[in-house]
């Protein structure tokens, strides 16, 4: 592990606004408990009503969140950047940044995959093999990071090689090209489509090919909040949280983990 007095030294001394935090200024009291929380993107809406929640029900804490590829969030902690909870997309993610992260690992939510197409489905994909149609524009992640991790996965499954179009650093990001008209289609999580809205439509993959995703979390050491931060990742299996998470489309462990 990093040496903490060292670590807690360097930290301060990165400022906050070069984080590109994503979530407002949080409702803590003054002199109280600030919690940097870095999250994978798909978690951006969920995360969004339990900083909320946990603000309401613990006020002397104020949550604030940077979402990302997992990747990336695991990355800059690396790079000594100020973070007390780490949340990514699967546990590989996870693992990468195991030296700076302390306390129990929980894992808080689970996921699954689906196809992103244009508004109405205007070419008529029906299901993984229409994704080998020439001429389909197609994304999904790259292989380094969760979303490219369960794709290939989700094509083992279904005894497919497919070589994409295009591949990106997060599940959104491959919405992101759907929406765009950049890509005919795209493996996206399952929550990510409740973002879209009207600009993108789904095609369901069938639950025998298609995968479960884990999103576990983590207290990161050395930053000084760490008592806070495992109470915030111990909440994150509570009801409250576990609610939020069914609202958003996520499943939940059966038993907090």
């Not at 909870?85 to 689906?114: C, F, I, K, Q, W």
């Not at 008209?181 to 973002?195: C, H, N, Q």
Request: net charge negative; aromatic share 6%.
């Amino acid at each position: 592990m990093p040496d903490s007095p060292r670590r807690r030294g360097a930290l301060a001394a990165v400022p906050l606004a070069l984080l590109g935090l994503t979530a407002g200024c949080g409702g803590g009291s003054p002199g109280g408990t600030t919690l940097t929380v870095y999250a994978a993107s798909s978690l951006t809406e969920v995360f969004g009503e339990m900083e909320t929640a946990y603000e309401h029900a613990v006020p002397d804490v104020d949550v604030r969140f940077a979402f990302g590829g997992s990747m990336e969030m695991a990355e800059r902690l690396s790079d000594l950047s100020p973070a007390d909870v780490l949340v990514t997309a699967d546990a590989a993610a996870m693992n990468d940044a195991d030296e700076y992260l302390g306390g129990r690992r929980r894992t808080v939510a689970h996921n699954s995959l689906t196809i992103a197409v244009a508004p109405g489905n205007p070419l008529r994909v029906r299901g993984l093999a229409d994704l080998a149609r020439p001429g389909l524009r197609t994304a999904a992640g790259a292989d380094a990071v969760p979303a490219g991790r369960y794709a290939a996965k989700l094509l083992r499954n279904a005894g497919l090689n497919l070589r994409w179009t295009s591949v990106e650093v997060s599940a959104r990001a491959v919405l992101d090209r759907v929406r765009a008209g950049d890509a005919d289609a795209g493996l996206v999580y399952l929550t990510d489509m409740r973002s879209a809205g009207v600009a993108a439509s789904s095609v369901p993959i069938p639950a025998d090919v298609n995968v479960v995703t884990s999103y576990p979390a983590a207290a990161v050491e050395g930053g000084g909040q760490e008592r806070a931060a495992n109470a915030f990742v111990s909440w994150l299996t509570g009801a409250t949280a576990r609610t939020l998470f069914h609202k958003h489309g996520f499943q939940v462990p059966d038993a907090p983990q």
